[in-house]
C-alpha cells in the first residue's frame, strides 16, 4: 500500500489520507519550502476526522489515481486538521467566504508558494455536476493559468489578501448598557422558530450560548416569553433525534427544523456547551426532565469519550461500515426480536414504525408524554418508566455490539476545557461526586503533559502534546480553572488562573483593536495573524476572554483585567445588539457586566442545606465560592476577594453587590431576601 508523508502525524485525520495516492504533506516548513523551491503552487485541503463531505470528496478525488497522478505533477498538496490548526482554517474559511458567499468543509483552496489565496471553494465533485465544476478540471485550468498567466493569479492573490485585511477593520465602541440587551434580545427573539424552537430553519444547530442569553434576559427583565421559548427549545432537542435517546449525547446539528434527523458525529464541543444550558434550566425550573437530559449526556461523555490519562476524545464520526447514521438506527422487526412483549409499548414512545422515520429506518424520537402512554396500556406512569428505561439498556446492549463510528481520540485543550466546565456546573446540581472527578482529573492531565509554565499546548496524542496554544485553549482552560476553583477553593488554581490571565494580556492583546489575536506574538507568522469574534458553534476567544477578565478583576481586584473586558466589550456590543445570532457568549458578559456581578462566600460547609440551596438556584451573573476550612481561607487571604474575611464556626454566607457586602447570613430565607 502507497504511504505518503501524513504517515508520520499524530491526528485522526490526516492519518485517514495516509494512504492516499495523492502525496499529501503536512502544514510544515519542508511542504511550505518544497513550494517555493519548485514554485509550485499550493493546494490546501482542510478538514476533519468526522466530516462527511470530506470522506466524499477524499473517495471521489483524492482515492482516484489519475487525479492524484495531475494534483503531484503540478501541486504540493497540504493536508490540514482544522482542529489541530484553527488559525489556518480561520484564514482561509475568510477567503472562502470573501469569494463565495459561503465556506465549511472541506476546505479547498489553491495558494501561491507564499500562502497567497487565489482561488477558494469547499466539497468539489471529481467530475462536473451538482452545478459545481468537476475537481479534475478545476485543477487542469488552474495549473494552466499558474504557467501561463502568473500575474492574473498574483493580482487575484492581492485582491484577496487585500480584502482580508479590510475585514479585521477598527471597531466604534459603543457604551455597555441594558439597550444593548434590549435590542439584542428581540433581534434573536425574532429569529426563534415558534414551533420547534432553535434558530432560524434547517439545517438547526443547538446555539448553546444564545439559549443561555435568553435566560438570562428573561431573569433581568421579568419577562417570561424569553424563558419559554429557551426551554421549548431544550425540550425539543431533547425529545427529537439530535439527542441519542438510549445511549445519551447530543449530535451536531439537525439536517430538519423539527430536530428530528440529525447530522449523526458527535463533538465533544457540543457535549460540553449543551448540559451547561440544561443546568440553567433545571435550576430555573426544579424540572427532573432537564436534570435527567444533563446525566445522560455527561455520562456518555464518561463513558465512551474519556481517556485512561483523564482527557476527554475529541469526536465520533457520523458514519459507520461507510454509512451514515448506521450504527444509531433501528427497524421494527429488529426491536420488536429483542424486546419481546415490551416491544409495542417502547414503540410507541419512541415513534417507531414499520415504514421509519429517515431512509426506511428508524431513529428514536418521544413526542408522547409517558401518562398518554400509561393510559394507552392501562399501567402506571411509574411502570411505563422503568419498562422504558430496561428497553433501552436491551437496545443499547445490542447496539454497543455493532462496528462502531470512528473515534477521533485527540485531546485538545480548548474543547477539554469546555467539558471541565460542563463537569463542574453539572456537579452543582446533582451532587454527583464522579462529575467534580471528572473535571479535577482533566486539569490536572492538562497540567501534567500540555502546560509549561504558563504556555499551553494545543493538542495531545499517543503521549505526544503539540501546537502552541490557541487564544481559546488559554480563554477556555483559565474560565474552567476558575468555574472548579468556586466550587474547591484550592489556591492552585486561582493562582494558576492569574497567571494565564496575564499571559494572554502579555502575548495575544492587540491594543490598537482592543480584542485579542487568536495567536501570540510568538506564534508561527502566517499571511495575517488572525483574530476571532463571533460566537458560533464554539465561543469565540474574545467572548470568554472578556467573561474570563470579569472574572478575574472581581478575585483580584486588578484594574488591567477590568480594563481589557471593558474595551472588548465595547468593541462589539453595537455588532452584538444588531447579530446576537453570532455574540451568544459576549452578549452573557455584557449582560454580567452591566448587571455587576453578585460576589457570595460560603464559609464553613457544613450545612450542606444552604449550600445545596445555592447551587440549585438560578444566579447567573454569581461568583459564588464555597470554603470548606480555615486553611484553604488563610491560602487565599491575599486575593482582595478573600480579604478581611474570617473562618466561622457554623456556616455563614456573605454576599457583596454593587460594592457594599452583607453580614453574615445564617439562614435560606435570610440568603435570599438578600440575592
Given at each position: ?16 489520507h495516509a494512504n492516499n495516492p495523492v502525496n499529501w ?259 430555573i425550573t426544579k424540572d427532573p426532565f432537564y436534570l ?91 411502570e411505563v418508566k422503568k419498562t422504558i428505561n430496561l ?285
Amino acid at each position: 500500500m502507497v504511504e505518503n508523508n501524513l504517515i508520520n502525524e499524530s491526528s485522526p485525520y490526516l492519518l485517514q489520507h495516509a494512504n492516499n495516492p495523492v502525496n499529501w504533506y503536512g502544514w510544515n516548513d519542508e511542504s511550505l519550502k518544497k513550494a517555493k523551491d519548485e514554485n509550485k503552487p499550493i493546494f490546501l485541503s482542510i478538514g476533519y476526522s468526522s466530516c462527511h463531505w470530506c470522506h466524499v470528496m477524499a473517495h471521489e478525488s483524492f482515492e482516484n489515481e489519475d487525479v492524484a497522478k495531475f494534483m503531484n505533477e503540478n501541486f504540493i498538496n497540504i493536508k490540514v486538521d482544522r482542529e489541530e490548526r484553527p488559525d489556518i482554517d480561520d484564514i482561509y474559511q475568510k477567503v472562502c467566504q470573501i469569494a463565495t458567499g459561503q465556506g465549511g468543509w472541506p476546505l479547498s483552496i489553491f495558494l501561491t508558494p507564499d500562502q497567497k489565496p487565489f482561488y477558494a471553494g469547499t466539497y468539489f465533485p471529481v467530475l462536473d455536476s451538482y452545478g459545481r465544476p468537476g475537481f479534475g478540471n478545476i485543477c487542469r485550468q488552474l495549473a494552466q493559468a499558474w504557467k501561463e498567466k502568473p500575474g492574473d493569479i498574483e493580482k487575484s492573490a492581492e485582491r484577496f489578501l487585500g480584502a482580508l485585511t479590510k475585514a479585521d477593520s477598527l471597531q466604534v465602541p459603543s457604551k455597555l448598557e441594558k439597550t444593548i440587551l434590549d435590542e439584542a434580545a428581540m433581534n434573536l427573539f425574532q429569529l426563534g422558530d415558534a414551533t420547534y424552537g432553535g434558530f432560524g430553519s434547517a439545517p438547526k444547530f443547538p446555539n448553546a450560548a444564545n439559549i443561555s442569553f435568553l435566560f438570562r434576559y428573561a431573569k433581568f427583565t421579568g419577562l417570561n416569553k424569553f424563558n419559554e421559548f429557551a426551554l421549548k427549545t431544550l425540550k425539543k432537542m431533547a425529545n427529537g433525534g439530535i439527542f441519542d435517546q438510549i445511549g445519551g449525547g447530543f449530535s451536531r446539528y439537525s439536517t430538519d427544523a423539527k430536530w428530528l434527523v440529525p447530522h449523526f458525529e458527535k463533538m465533544l464541543y457540543d457535549n460540553a456547551l449543551i448540559p451547561v444550558n440544561y443546568v440553567e434550566a433545571y435550576q430555573i425550573t426544579k424540572d427532573p426532565f432537564y436534570l435527567e437530559v444533563l446525566q445522560k449526556t455527561l455520562d456518555f461523555v464518561l463513558s465512551e469519550m474519556t481517556s485512561p490519562e483523564g482527557g476527554f476524545y475529541s469526536a465520533y464520526d457520523a458514519d459507520s461500515e461507510g454509512v451514515e447514521g448506521k450504527y444509531y438506527v433501528w427497524k421494527k422487526s429488529e426491536i420488536k426480536e429483542i424486546l419481546g412483549k415490551d416491544a409495542d409499548l417502547f414503540c410507541l414512545y419512541y415513534d417507531v414504525t414499520d415504514g421509519g422515520n429517515w431512509e426506511g429506518n428508524n431513529i428514536l424520537c418521544n413526542n408522547l408524554n409517558i401518562s398518554t402512554v400509561a393510559f394507552n396500556f392501562g399501567i402506571s406512569e411509574s411502570e411505563v418508566k422503568k419498562t422504558i428505561n430496561l428497553c433501552a439498556e436491551k437496545l443499547l446492549k445490542v447496539r454497543s455490539s455493532r462496528i462502531p463510528p470512528g473515534l477521533d481520540d485527540k485531546i485538545l485543550v480548548s474543547w477539554n476545557s469546555l467539558m471541565i466546565t460542563a463537569f463542574a456546573k453539572g456537579y452543582r446540581v446533582t451532587g454527583d461526586v464522579r462529575y467534580l472527578n471528572a473535571a479535577k482529573d482533566c486539569i490536572s492531565f492538562i497540567e501534567k503533559n500540555l502546560l509549561v509554565d504558563e504556555k499551553l499546548l494545543r493538542t495531545y496524542k499517543n503521549g505526544v502534546a503539540k501546537i502552541d496554544g490557541y487564544l481559546e485553549d488559554y480563554a477556555y482552560f483559565t474560565n474552567a480553572l476558575l468555574d472548579v476553583f468556586e466550587i474547591e477553593p484550592d489556591e492552585k488554581y486561582l493562582s494558576l488562573s492569574m497567571r494565564l490571565g496575564n499571559y494572554l494580556v502579555k502575548h495575544f492583546w492587540d491594543s490598537v483593536n482592543n480584542s485579542f489575536f487568536m495567536t501570540s506574538d510568538e506564534h508561527e507568522k502566517l499571511i495575517i495573524r488572525p483574530k476571532s469574534n463571533y460566537d458560533l458553534s464554539l465561543p469565540s476567544g474574545n467572548s470568554v476572554s472578556a467573561f474570563v477578565m470579569l472574572r478575574l478583576f472581581h478575585l483580584s481586584q486588578k484594574q488591567t483585567f477590568l480594563e481589557i473586558a471593558t474595551k472588548i466589550m465595547e468593541s462589539q456590543a453595537q455588532m452584538a445588539a444588531e447579530n446576537p445570532f453570532g455574540f451568544g457568549y459576549l452578549l452573557n458578559t455584557i449582560s454580567m457586566y452591566v448587571q455587576k456581578p453578585v460576589e457570595i462566600t460560603v464559609i464553613n460547609t457544613e450545612n450542606s442545606d444552604i449550600c445545596k440551596s445555592l447551587f440549585l438556584d438560578y444566579l447567573p451573573n454569581s461568583i459564588l465560592i464555597t470554603i470548606k476550612n480555615a486553611s484553604q481561607l488563610e491560602s487565599l487571604s491575599k486575593y482582595p476577594f478573600f480579604e478581611g474575611k474570617s473562618f466561622e464556626e457554623k456556616t455563614s454566607v456573605f454576599i457583596c453587590k454593587n460594592f457594599t457586602c452583607s453580614l453574615p447570613l445564617h439562614t435560606i430565607d435570610e440568603i435570599n431576601s438578600n440575592l
